[in-house]
């Protein structure tokens, strides 16, 4: 009822407390706390490197320069890479909402035999190590002649019980109530999955994509041994490839650099998906 | 039309010189062996293209190995000397005697150390193109400061073990500066250089017992061991340093000498031309003192292999050889970088000796030495090796449970 | 068009049975309305019927076909819900939407039904809002919307208008009267309501833990309740009952004797009709007559005045409370000594075991 | 009522219909198929390829492999090294779990607010994880570098001895980990946010009205309502914290003296840099069993708890 | 015991203005029942005094402290939700005992008051189960319970009776009102319910569209609506009206033409009172007399039989209906035609305004 009655939220009532002053406060103590090292970041990626080799305390004061942001601009394959880090994290986000979505709904509200084994063989995988399958995986892989393809890159991770697990957990939590309705509306399972639980679901999903969009852009192992080719390579592997042997002594100001670019994609997504994860869209179910 | 394939490290550095063909302008190891490439693709006339594939350099060998199982192997890669031998033992590198002689690039101009690691049996498995190796790289306006320079303004360096404790102290007294700077934490590799180097200089060897049985305990060994302990105990190494911090430790004249390696000659060089810095007018560089019976340092190399199953056909192979020859006719060009030639005629070339420095330490070309070639997993060696000697400098670990748990690791390692 | 058949239902919770063993005959185009106290599982029957909860035992037949193991959407039942079960991630014009979607109604049809279901619910300015933007009575005629608007050919009602206002539900009560009328739907409508089960049902089946008390014509029920809990659930206020003697027998019917005053009132109840055993008289309100030469002596106790009549609880020579409505024309104040008669022709008796006998 | 029952569609109890529900909801098991599949095919036979591999001596490169049986395991029990790592691991998911579980619940709590302070606070403590690996560590060297770093430099300004936390064995591994929570606590922050979300706000309006105290709200209504994602989070992260490679092995290369070197990183070395394949085979399925087994006991813990 | 006074009260979601400045004053003690159409704001308004909608605009201040910007829990009042609002995890014992443990209240007593709720509420059974295990009736009795052991100085009720079956009500609504005899307690409460409203409110306040219409003792309000609207929305059947023309005077009192065969009717009404323009006759179906001499004819068209009662909508020669409440012993047959009159005393005018004038 009190959608716009955020205000009224208890917690938002109380908001001149002592006490919500003081957690707040001591959150805000925290944030710096967080933030220093990515300011920090942020300052190096645009100080010069030779003049890093000597000083990384130097934050606020000359010299400045873009030097390392037109270098990572001209390397020539840098869109390339951008772009299959874009299809891979892409695909493997959708992909993996999709399969996850099904599964957990199919998991958390039907009925099927053998269902609750199946469930615990699913979770069992969340303890496999990844470092277990890179290996049987990449000779896989080679086996059928599949690598520096872009579904070498994104298939892997799919068979992550993670978002499996996650999106069990979190269609438990929508009301029966609601879905009863929909049944009753001549809505097929499929269609009370798609058309309610999942939008129902909505902060879920969006850490769910947020959380996999991360680890595929980020991945680092399986690019590397799967995407040998350059012109496969995905951001991470691509700018990586462009250190010099010692650049993390001598070229600390490019690899800020790079860590900005390459995180700046997942910032603008997490802040795309922010206004999904508090945002009372579904908010509370009418009962 | 012929494409090859370069896999290499050594970065990538479109944005200074992806346009450049000369590679007189470039300067670097990056800017060099790009140019270098640019340079082939625009003046071969066998219209050969030579397609870098660069990988960051510490995956590099795992996604080498990944590419060889995925049978996706390039033409032509780079490989350190001292892993070249356990690829040719598993039959997986070309012999490269024919095909030198085709183009007519001359082994025997290989200087004795790039020889001794491109060589297995009598056949030749790679194109030699460096030798670097470890040096001590000094602040001499510190030694002066602490009264330790002849009359030249040269520094004095130590003749035996004691004389380098006895100096150091020295140093330290005058300057309150400990003589050493030294990547300890998180930094393995530079122990064991200074720790072979310690041996080879005693004429010791840490395989007497065959390829596969590293040997801890002999004299040599134990004296190296006991050197460093020394060292580190009586403060004379800056504690806690990684490999950043060691050099901005000694750029920023934090400490004497810098243990490091031969490709950040250029940089200090550049340094001390810059009025204002700790080093400025103050620099120079030597190769490890000979403390014990004879000049010897380690040494590594890189080296250009044409691994099986790279060059398709005939036509490529020819190619690729051709690129290699490139490479060889222009090794001096890569000395630039600080790196030794691999050839003797570059070394002793007017051109190599007008570098800076480049005479005092030329001689390792000779005085090098690495690991016999025999010795297999010899990264994994050094990383085990090194790590025990690091845990004696930073936690203080007995010299002899730094012998017991380093053989232990690498002769399981070996076993397995 | 379809009949529903219930035959030997049951449903248990784990031990608790909820239902016991229930038949029914829904017959099709009826008007059915089930009253029973809270908690005897009115709900259960009818997520029963539309599917959502598993028959622990016996059959559900819609139309022809056994539907115990069809899923809710097949069996062609709308359903609104106690609790509304509105989407809140939809409108209300979505929601209602929605089931008509699913069958692939074409969008100009969806729009004229919604069009018309909001007209008649006066829903017309909320369709573009979410749930959690209205009020309580509003959700609940979104709820009916939702079924309504499917045409079904059945529908299951729970509680539909129990938050709305008395002049709109009997606004709602007229419309959804002229639904059935049009659609010649199978209506199973559950309700507290007095008024509405009196209006709107064919038949009424009055439940009480779990089973079939009685079922039948709304004014039968009222006027002669099979049993004495049916008697006393229907009618507002509650039926009057009196535990009697009996006291002779005047043309076949019984005279009994009240508890007090030796009061004897004669009742047209047939006395060979009646088992042995204690008798419990029982007598509506409305059949207390306030009369000056009454036979009955009593002290008005309360008096509920509430605009379109009044209701004297009047004590008893015994301390019993009984129930009497005033006339119109009649003022009474707390604490004025009364005279009553009861009206023969609608006097109940129930022997022990709960079973009811009625004059005519 | 936000009751968790499974929607309970056809569970018949004749014995007719026991029969027929063999057949009728496998349609169900339509939506977990595609994940069936992809499980079975990417993670199930590559697992038992792995667990083939384990039990060989296997030189990939050069194509040849011996069955050597459960050698490589006997091996690894005697391997001081590998009981190290399995040592740090252990210790550093009993570092950094409760941490991320408490933390990243308190921050969602305060954070769990509309406007845009709450957004920036939250975009802030996820701000770190869009970093990768290499930057994490090379910032946090920065930090921890003796002489100039952020760290040192602090300590000078407050007149204390400088302290260089990766330097010691004791406390390298605990440095690690607080980089590791500094990294990546916006994870299960945002996963405690999601479950808040679905928490119905009349809850709170009624624990309101019930004059619960902001804890007594906390522990009786948050709490329980999503205490279904403090079990998923802290299963993740022990899963997570289980698998910890990166950071460990930038920042202090498993040193000092073995100290930091988790079973992942002996995984990668053992594999990758020493070529013993089986031998780090072996190791992988070990650490596959651990985790399985604090996933598991950690699962039927917090099962417990919810029943209670 | 504390009084509620409300000064200026509005407010608004977004553009919408919901409550409408709106001024009242709650007496200490007073059992106050708000009337009003679904969606008026009745449910805003009790949210607004509990402290879960902020207050847009004006007032709100509990016994002598202004309560704007106090918490919930500090307003010492308990509300019963018209969702429930029960927490799903916890039993229903939990679910009223966690109010009484926050406050600290002793465990014996808590126990004893759960006991004593759950009695008079019919819930001694279901302490054990949690919430998703009870039928609507059940849960909202919870939820009623919820509040009650509180023992609060006011109450908060929305719509808490609307689930229950008629009798279950009779009976909580008595307790109900012997709780406010025991506590003292100030009661706000909001029904539908007419019977509710008379039996138990001191005073009603009708809402309209976010404003008062009315406020007073309930007989007041059904004797004496003073709009329109409170005429038309109090009272079941809805009050009939009728457009007349000013037709003379008799003693002051006019004298009104039905639109009709030019029939005449006097009324109870001042003329003198009455300002210029077109009025409205109002007249409640009891009010209106089937009387063979009746100067009005019609045609009865519907009879709706309630059981204690019937209701004919009688057709007029203009065609309008109008509703008349049959007398008891009088049968009448859908199609007869009949003579009807109207009482001339309660007879009500309404001007164009909707402001209403009584004969008495
Ligand atoms: N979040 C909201 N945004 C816009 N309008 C709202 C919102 N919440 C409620 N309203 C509107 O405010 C009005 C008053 O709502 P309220 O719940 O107070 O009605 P009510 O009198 O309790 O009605 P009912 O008897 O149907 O429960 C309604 O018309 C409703 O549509
Ligand atoms: N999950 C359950 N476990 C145990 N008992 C249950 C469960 N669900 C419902 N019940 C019980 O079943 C009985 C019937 O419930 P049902 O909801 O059908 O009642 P109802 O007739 O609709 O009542 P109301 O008029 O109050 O809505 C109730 O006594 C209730 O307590
Ligand atoms: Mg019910
Ligand atoms: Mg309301």
Not at chain 1, 63 to 87: C, D, E, K, M, R
Not at chain 2, 33 to 53: G, H, W, Y
Not at chain 4, 25 to 39: C, D, G, H, K
């Amino acid at each position: 009822m009190s959608t716009l009655a955020f205000e009224s939220r208890p917690r938002g009532a109380l908001a001149g407390r002592l006490g919500d002053r003081l957690m707040l406060g001591a959150v805000v103590a925290l944030a710096l706390l967080w933030i220093t090292p990515l300011v920090w970041v942020l300052c190096l990626s645009f100080k010069p490197n030779a003049f890093l080799e000597q000083h990384t305390d130097v934050l606020f004061s000359p010299p400045f320069t873009l030097q390392n942001y037109t270098n990572i601009l001209q390397t020539s394959a840098v869109g390339g890479w951008l772009v299959n880090s874009l299809i891979v994290s892409i695909g493997q986000t959708l992909l993996t909402l999709m399969i996850a979505s099904l599964a957990g709904y199919g998991f958390a509200r039907t009925e099927f035999p053998g269902k609750r084994y199946v469930y615990v063989i699913c979770l069992c995988g969340l303890a496999v190590p990844e470092q277990a399958l890179v290996i049987p995986l990449h000779h896989i892989f080679a086996t059928l002649d599949w690598h520096n393809t872009y579904g070498a890159l994104i298939l892997p991770r799919l068979a992550s019980p993670f978002g499996v697990y996650l999106m069990t957990q979190y269609f438990k939590a929508v009301p029966v109530e609601i879905e009863e309705a929909a049944l009753l509306d001549n809505a097929s399972r499929f269609k009370v999955f798609w058309r309610v639980v999942l939008p129902l679901s909505l902060p879920a999903q969006a850490t769910l994509a947020i959380f996999t969009f991360l680890s595929a852009w980020n991945d680092y192992l399986w690019p590397l041994v799967s995407a040998s080719k350059p012109e496969m390579y995905t951001l991470t592997i691509g700018l990586a490839s462009t250190q010099g042997n010692f650049a993390q002594s001598e070229g600390i100001g490019y690899l800020m650099a790079q860590a900005i670019f390459a995180g700046l994609p997942i910032f603008v997504l997490y802040l795309f998906f922010q206004k999904y994860i508090v945002a009372a869209v579904a908010g509370t179910a009418v009962r | 039309r012929t494409e090859i394939t370069l896999s290499r490290f050594f970065g990538a550095c479109d944005a200074e010189y992806g346009k450049v063909n000369d590679v007189s302008k470039a300067s670097g190891e990056c800017g060099i062996i790009t140019t270098l490439v640019n340079q082939f693709n625009a003046t071969n006339k066998e219209d050969i293209v030579v397609k870098p594939q660069i990988i960051e350099w510490s995956p590099y060998y795992t996604q080498l190995d990944a590419r060889i199982l995925s049978r996706d192997v390039p033409t032509i890669s780079v490989m350190h000397e001292a892993v070249l031998g356990d690829y040719v033992k598993r039959n997986l590198v070309e012999p490269l005697d024919d095909g030198f002689k085709s183009v007519g690039i001359d082994k025997n101009d290989f200087t004795p150390h790039a020889h001794r690691g491109v060589t297995f049996g009598d056949k030749t498995y790679a194109l030699p193109f460096d030798t670097h190796s470890w040096l001590w790289h000094i602040n001499v306006n510190l030694f002066k400061k602490a009264g330790l320079v002849d009359a030249n303004g040269k520094p004095i360096l130590p003749k035996t073990p004691d004389e380098l404790l006895a100096q150091a102290k020295q140093f330290k007294d005058k300057t309150g500066l400990p003589y050493f700077a030294v990547p300890i934490a998180n930094e393995s590799a530079a122990q064991t250089r200074t720790f072979y180097t310690w041996v080879y200089q005693q004429n010791g060897t840490l395989f007497p017992n065959g390829p596969t049985k590293i040997d801890l305990h002999t004299p040599a060994a134990t004296n190296a061991l006991t050197l460093y302990d020394k060292l580190m105990k009586a403060g004379d190494i800056t504690p806690g340093l990684d490999y950043g911090a060691a050099n901005q430790a000694f750029e920023n004249g934090k400490a004497g000498v810098l243990m490091c390696g031969t490709w950040v000659i250029e940089d200090f060089t550049n340094l001390s031309n810059k009025p204002g810095s700790a080093l400025a007018n103050g620099y120079d560089v030597v190769p490890f003192p000979n403390l014990f019976q004879k000049k010897a340092v380690w040494a590594d190399g890189h080296s250009w292999v044409m691994l099986k199953g790279g060059a398709k056909d005939e036509k490529t192979r020819h190619a690729a050889l051709v690129f290699l020859k490139f490479l060889y006719d222009h090794d001096g060009d890569w000395a630039r970088t600080g790196h030794l030639p691999a050839r003797q005629s570059v070394i002793t070339s007017a051109a190599f000796s007008a570098l800076p420095h480049r005479d005092a330490i030329k001689e390792i070309s000779s005085t090098g030495y690495a690991l016999p070639n025999t010795v297999p997993r010899q990264f994994a060696i050094q990383q085990i090796v090194g790590e025990e000697i690091s845990n004696m400098l930073s936690t203080g670990k007995s010299v002899a449970d730094v012998q017991k748990e380093a053989e232990q690791r690498t002769n399981a390692l070996l076993a397995r | 068009m379809t009949g529903i058949r219930l035959s030997g239902v049951t449903k248990r919770y784990g031990d608790t049975e909820v239902i016991t063993g229930l038949d029914l005959d829904i017959h099709s185009g009826e008007f059915l309305v089930f009253l029973g106290p809270s908690g005897c599982g009115k709900s259960t029957l009818l997520r029963m019927i539309a599917g959502l909860e598993t028959v622990s035992d016996g059959q559900i037949s819609i139309g022809e076909r056994r539907v115990n193991e069809q899923p809710p959407g097949k069996r062609g039942v709308a359903m609104v819900f106690q609790h509304y079960a509105l989407y809140p991630h939809m409108t209300v014009y979505d929601n209602m939407a929605f089931g008509l979607r699913n069958t692939g109604v074409n969008a100009g049809e969806v729009d004229r039904r919604i069009n018309e279901a909001a007209r008649m619910l006066e829903l017309g300015t909320l369709l573009q809002r979410r749930p959690a933007q209205l009020s309580g009575g509003q959700r609940q005629r979104v709820a009916i919307g939702r079924a309504v608007v499917k045409e079904p050919e059945a529908f299951l009602f729970d509680e539909p208008l129990s938050n709305l206002d008395a002049a709109l539900r009997n606004r709602t009560r007229l419309e959804l009267a002229r639904i059935h009328q049009r659609l010649h739907a199978t209506m199973v409508f559950v309700t507290h309501d007095q008024v509405e089960a009196m209006t709107l049902a064919t038949r009424i089946v009055v439940m009480n833990r779990g089973r079939i008390e009685q079922i039948g014509a709304p004014l039968d029920i009222y006027r002669r309740p099979a049993t004495r809990f049916v008697a006393g659930f229907i009618g507002a206020p509650a039926m009057n009952f009196i535990d009697v003697e009996r006291a002779g027998e005047n043309g076949g019917r019984l005279t009994v004797a009240l508890p007090f005053d030796s009061v004897t009132v004669p009742t047209a109840v047939a006395t060979s009709s009646l088992p042995a055993g204690k008798l419990t008289l029982g007598v509506r309100a409305e059949h207390v007559v306030l009369d000056p030469q009454g036979p009955i002596t009593g002290r008005a106790e309360v008096i509920e005045r509430l605009g379109d009549r009044s209701l004297a609880h009047v004590s008893l020579p015994n301390g019993q409370l009984i129930v009497a409505e005033l006339p119109r024309e009649r003022e009474l104040e707390t604490g004025d000594e009364v005279r009553l008669s009861l009206d023969a022709a609608h006097l109940h008796l129930f022997d022990e075991t709960g079973a009811a006998y009625h004059g005519l | 009522m936000a009751s968790d029952r499974s929607l309970a569609m056809p569970l018949p109890t004749t014995r007719e219909d026991r029969r027929r529900k063999l057949r009728a909801p496998w349609s169900n098991a339509l939506f977990v198929l595609p994940f069936v599949i992809v499980y079975v095919l990417l993670l199930i036979v590559p697992l038992a390829f792995g667990w083939w591999l384990s039990l060989q001596r296997v030189d990939l490169l050069a194509g040849t492999s011996d069955f050597i049986g459960i050698r490589n395991y006997l091996d690894l029990a005697l391997d001081p090294i590998f009981r190290g790592a399995m040592r740090n691991t252990f210790y550093f998911v009993i570092l950094t779990v409760p941490v991320f579980v408490l933390l990243g619940l308190a921050l969602a709590l305060v954070l769990n607010r509309p406007g845009r302070f709450g957004a920036a606070l939250r975009a802030l403590f996820f701000g770190s994880s869009v970093l990768s690996v290499t930057i994490v560590t090379l910032v946090w060297k920065l930090v921890m570098m003796p002489g100039n770093g952020l760290l040192a430099d602090v300590s000078h300004a407050l007149h204390w001895p400088e302290f260089l936390p990766l330097m010691h064995e004791a406390t390298a591994l605990p440095a690690v980990a607080v980089v590791t929570v500094w990294w990546i606590v916006g994870l299960p922050m945002m996963l405690f946010l999601a479950a808040l979300q679905q928490i119905p706000q009349e809850l709170y309006e009624a624990a309101a009205l019930d004059n619960a105290t902001r804890w007594r709200t906390f522990t009786k209504i948050t709490l329980p309502s999503i205490w279904r994602t403090v079990a998923l989070v802290a299963v993740i992260e022990a899963v997570l914290q289980f698998q910890v490679f990166g950071q460990a092995q930038l920042l202090t290369d498993g040193g000092p003296n073995n100290s930091t070197r988790p079973l992942v990183q002996f995984i990668y070395e053992t594999g990758f840099r020493q070529w013993s394949f089986g031998y780090s085979a072996a190791a992988a399925q070990v650490l596959f069993a651990l985790m399985l087994i604090g996933v598991v006991a950690q699962a039927w813990l917090l099962r417990k708890k919810e029943k209670a």
